[in-house]
């Protein structure tokens, strides 16, 4: 991918966990908030394999960051959520 643009050939990638394939020129969002929001699910799932193999290396400490950033993330949307009903 080169800038906001997608490489020739990448402008599809697959769905978080569904082994379905979105295309992201369908679904592209207009700001970093709206992409975050958007791939909520994968960014959460990576931030805690990234813990995990932190965990195994023994690098407690780092897991525990990329932890914290997840749960902060969980917890906006779940603000999010709120405020809006």
Not at 80 to 85: F, P
């Amino acid at each position: 991918m080169l800038g906001n643009r997608p490489a020739q050939g990448d402008d599809q990638v697959p769905a978080h966990r569904a082994g379905t394939v979105i295309n992201v020129t369908d679904a592209r969002p207009d700001s970093v908030g709206q992409l975050a929001e958007l791939y909520l699910g994968n960014i959460l799932f990576a931030l805690e394999r990234t813990a995990v193999v932190l965990d195994e290396e023994a690098r407690h400490d780092d897991a525990a960051f990329y932890r914290g950033i997840a749960r902060a993330l969980a917890e906006a949307r779940g603000q999010a959520l709120r405020t809006a009903k």
